[in-house]
């Protein structure tokens, strides 16, 4: 480095490298400038000064230093490296890999450049690169720790697990025998585990055993050795010497579950289903009560028995876990108890004990066939269970009259509100939830989870203006957009983004959608410091664990809806293309190709120089803020150039953004019907017939019995059927697939669409959305039958649901469904110009039968659905 300088400007060379990794950037620059007065096209120092510049965030001028230096002095190693470290401050991490191989080129054994590619491979997760760079390290630098240790772990990534153990015995090999010293005994433990966790993974488990006994005294952390201990043994049906280390650590924590997964493991007790013969929930029984006995504190060790017992004896057990905490009025009782609901029978126990304590507290004022006086709220957290239980029912009349009960009793907690809000939500009256909601929140303002429920219901409630001035009660001075998006809020951003696309703001809602994929993009690049750091403090469990989370991160819940949300945004933006998008385009379409080409370049350069300008801005606003000692300037924030998404709703071809997310939901949502219905929508737009057709048959394998299944499959044949006979070689090709694959549907198989239609309706026919999708196909199928489609649903009966007996009575008929029902007769049917007085007549009787439900269910918050459902009712001449 700078070895064509004089011997001053080499030493002034060597100052800025120091001052750039000290962050002494203003020293750096200094030491720059003074070279560059007498070798103004001295490539390296060119480069440094760049990279320095960059660090103060004058990222315009970085690269031109740069790319200026790599220019004056292309074989030299520096300049490509500080142009590829450059590339990596911008995320452009595959530019920054070119540029790390052409330093390479140059100088082969520069450590540090090979550890800087290391890194930037296992972030892009190019593992066998990742391991022949991790082996030139180590040949390079054999005596050092983290050489070895990163050779195994670049081998474990690569599915290697059985070499990286070979590397880690060599690496012990060469240590002496009383290593390590008192300052490295945590890293070299964690070393150990982690090299015995690689030969569990391998199934040597003798192997695993005996390591552990014999580096006992090395390995610090005894909690995690105890643990492994105990999963090892387990594995090689060491039941009796399990058992006993189970029971140690039950000790030590007796409220750990996974303690008592493994206990019931070593006694052949456990299934992974929860399913028991009668003779093995005898047997869990009497265990429980033993370890009840021993651990009376625990409460793992009362609620897990809920979990098998069965009959009297589940409702012996629960009425017994559930008093102490009614007594002491906890207000999470039925979250705890929630997944019984899915347990055969259960429901109904849960109920007759529930009312049975509430008629008790009632009478006697105290629980059945006990003397002792509760104290008068134990009555109120009774009624407020009761609540709950029948809002998980569907029960809302009832949820409703238990919950305004228990208010009337104690106006001042706050949680019987929150509970209120969440039944009406549940009910579908969004507004009233919202006024409930703000209602707990004004009741504490000082209370975040409040302020934030708050939020979420009005959002569902389409109160963004509102929603927005609560939020920022608790954000930083006031900019709530900046600081909830700083914080990752993502839960505000989608329910907020869902909001704005129910309203028909498509800019907002892909703002807000946008947001929340830019988050998980933060959170993969985040992965980054990580690679050194565990490397170096020897947390290696914790990393590869943290890396196999980082490669499903974006199969996750919230990134599915934003993606989802930004495709349907797009979708909608193709078929109703923004006023200022359409007018543009039909000016566009009017010029000549030449100067249409033209147009779009002048547009580009504008759009380059406005953000050219704005970034100067913040510069200039910067600067104006102050730079620290070290010369980095402070954390400003940008101003936003698009607050209300405008820009994002100019693109050229919406449905090529909506691609983009679709096959990040294709390749980590591949199992979501969600995922194929939307790109059955977006290829039919786009006319990609066979990537169409894949979406249905992923459908139809997925659940063939889903209206949405169905309705793709009806569309999609339908559709091709109405196209032109193949000309050209490829269509020819197409038409050739489809009518090999046709015959592979088993609904189609030797059947037209009109009768696969009826199939599906005959076998669904106690379905009301499976009764909507085939009206909605026969609608398509035979325009004519409009008629004969909307009595389809208006023979759809309420019957009670039988299912399996875990919720006991609930209604086949949910408000959802209505909802669904309502919005198809307001868009797929409604056609006014050919209103009869027939289409009158069923219309009315629709509406009848709804408000026979709504009556049924004695709710005032169906009212709200009733008057948008009369509005359509009143365009066929129904009052």
Same mark, same amino acid.
């Given at each position: 480095?700078?070895?064509? @300088? ?6 002034? +060379? ?31 120092? @060119? ?76 972030? =892009? ?67 150990? $585990? ?16 005996? /390591? ?192 305004? /009960? ?87 951003? @989608? ?50 664990? =943290? ?154 394998? @997925?659940? /063939? ?27 020819? $090709? ?42 909605? =196909? ?16 208006? #023979? ?20 959802? #469904? ?10 797929? +049917? ?50």
């Amino acid at each position: 480095m700078g070895s064509s @300088l004089p011997p001053k400007e080499a030493n002034l +060379f060597k100052v800025i490298v120091k001052s750039y990794e000290t962050k002494q950037y203003k020293k750096g620059l200094k030491a720059a400038d003074s070279i560059l007065k007498k070798f103004p096209e001295h490539g390296e120092t @060119l480069s440094m000064k760049g990279l320095t510049l960059n660090c103060m965030d004058r990222k315009s001028e970085a690269y031109d230093l740069v790319r200026r230096g790599l220019k004056n002095d292309l074989k030299s190693h520096v300049c490509w490296h500080v142009y590829g470290l450059l590339y990596r401050s911008d995320r452009e991490y595959r530019e920054a890999i070119k540029c790390y191989r052409n330093a390479l080129k140059i100088d082969p054994d520069n450590i540090e450049i090979l550890r800087d590619l290391s890194l930037l491979q296992v972030q =892009m997760r190019d593992l066998i690169g990742f391991v022949e760079t991790r082996q030139q390290l180590l040949a390079l630098k054999p005596n050092h720790r983290m050489n070895w240790i990163g050779f195994a772990v670049a081998h474990h990534l690569n599915s290697n697990a059985s070499k990286a153990i070979d590397i880690l015995e060599a690496y012990e090999g060469t240590l002496e025998d009383d290593y390590p010293p008192e300052t490295e005994r945590y890293e070299h433990g964690e070393m150990l $585990l982690y090299k015995i966790s690689l030969l569990e993974e391998c199934g040597l488990f003798d192997r695993a055993l005996e /390591e552990m006994h014999k580096k006992e005294a090395k390995i610090v952390d005894k909690l995690a050795f105890k643990e492994q201990m105990a999963s090892i043994v387990l594995k090689l049906g060491h039941f009796e010497e399990a058992e006993k280390m189970y029971r140690i650590l039950l000790v030590m924590n007796p409220d750990n579950y996974r303690y008592f997964i493994g206990l019931q493991k070593c006694l052949g007790l456990y299934s992974d289903k929860g399913e028991y013969m009668t003779d093995e929930i005898e047997r869990l029984d009497a265990l429980y009560k033993s370890l009840r006995d021993q651990y009376s504190w625990s409460s793992a060790v009362k609620r897990i028995p809920l979990d098998f017992l069965e009959g009297d004896k589940f409702q012996e057990a629960v009425d017994n876990y559930v008093r102490p905490l009614l007594t002491k009025g906890v207000p999470s009782l039925f979250s705890d108890l929630s997944p019984l609901y899915d347990h055969n029978g259960k429901a109904s126990i849960l109920e007759q004990l529930f009312l049975h304590l509430e008629d008790s507290i009632r009478s006697t004022g105290s629980f059945p066939g006990s003397s002792k006086k509760e104290p008068p709220s134990t009555l109120m957290w009774t009624l407020f269970l009761l609540s709950q239980h029948y809002d998980r029912l569907g029960r809302y009349d009832l949820a409703l009259s238990k919950i305004d /009960e228990a208010i009337e009793h104690t106006p001042t907690v706050i949680d019987l509100y929150s509970i209120k809000g969440r039944i009406l939500e549940h009910a579908g009256d969004l507004p009233a939830a919202a006024a409930l909601a703000d209602e707990a929140r004004s009741m504490d303002l000082a209370d975040r989870y409040l302020n934030s429920e708050c939020v979420m219901r009005m959002l569902q409630a389409d109160q963004v203006g509102l929603a927005e001035k609560t939020a920022v009660l608790f954000t930083k001075d006031g900019d709530q957009h900046n600081n909830l998006h700083d914080m990752q809020c993502m839960w505000y951003e @989608l329910a907020s983004g869902e909001s704005y696309f129910r309203q028909g703001d498509l800019g907002h809602a892909l703002k807000n959608f946008l947001a929340v994929e830019k988050h998980y993009s933060d959170m993969t690049e985040d992965q980054f410091d990580f690679h050194s750091y565990c490397l170096r403090k020897m947390t290696l469990r914790a990393y590869v664990s =943290m890396l196999k989370f980082q490669n499903q991160l974006h199969s996750h819940e919230y990134f599915h809806k934003a993606a989802a949300g930004a495709v349907r945004c797009y979708m909608k933006l193709h078929d109703s293309p923004s006023k200022l998008t359409t007018e543009e385009s039909d000016e566009m379409s009017k010029l000549p190709p030449s100067q249409r080409k033209k147009m779009r370049q002048k547009q580009k350069k504008a759009e380059a120089r406005a953000k050219k300008e704005a970034e100067e801005r913040n510069e200039e606003e910067t600067t104006s803020s102050g730079i620290s000692k070290s010369g980095r300037r402070p954390n400003v924030r940008l101003v936003d150039l698009d607050p209300h998404g405008e820009k994002l709703m100019q693109v050229e071809d919406p449905l090529l953004e909506a691609t983009k997310y679709l096959k990040l939901l294709q390749s980590n949502s591949a199992n979501s019907l969600e995922t194929h219905i939307l790109s059955f929508e977006v290829n039919m737009r786009k006319q990609k017939i066979l990537l169409a057709f894949q979406a249905v048959k992923q459908l139809i394998k @997925l659940n /063939e019995n889903d209206p949405d299944s169905h309705r793709c499959l009806i569309k999609f044949f339908h559709k091709i059927s109405s196209f032109t006979s193949p000309v050209s070689d490829s269509e020819k $090709l197409v038409w050739n697939v489809l009518e090999a694959e046709r015959p592979q549907i088993s609904q189609l198989n030797g059947k037209s669409l009109i009768e696969a239609n009826k199939s599906f309706l005959e076998k669904h026919k106690d379905s009301l959305i499976h009764r909507a999708a085939a009206a909605e =196909m026969l609608y398509v199928l035979e325009p004519e039958k409009k008629l004969e489609a909307i009595k389809l649903i208006e #023979d759809s009966k309420n019957n009670i649901a039988v299912g399996n007996g875990a919720l006991g009575p609930v209604s086949v008929w949910k408000l959802p #469904d209505c909802i669904t029902i309502h919005r198809l007769l307001e868009t797929v +049917f409604d056609d006014q110009g050919a209103a009869s007085s027939k289409m009158e007549s069923t219309v009315c009787r629709i509406l009848s039968m709804l408000d026979t439900l709504w009556r049924l269910q004695k709710l005032h918050s169906y009212l709200h659905f009733k008057k948008q459902f009369k509005k359509f009712a009143r365009k066929w001449g129904c009052h």
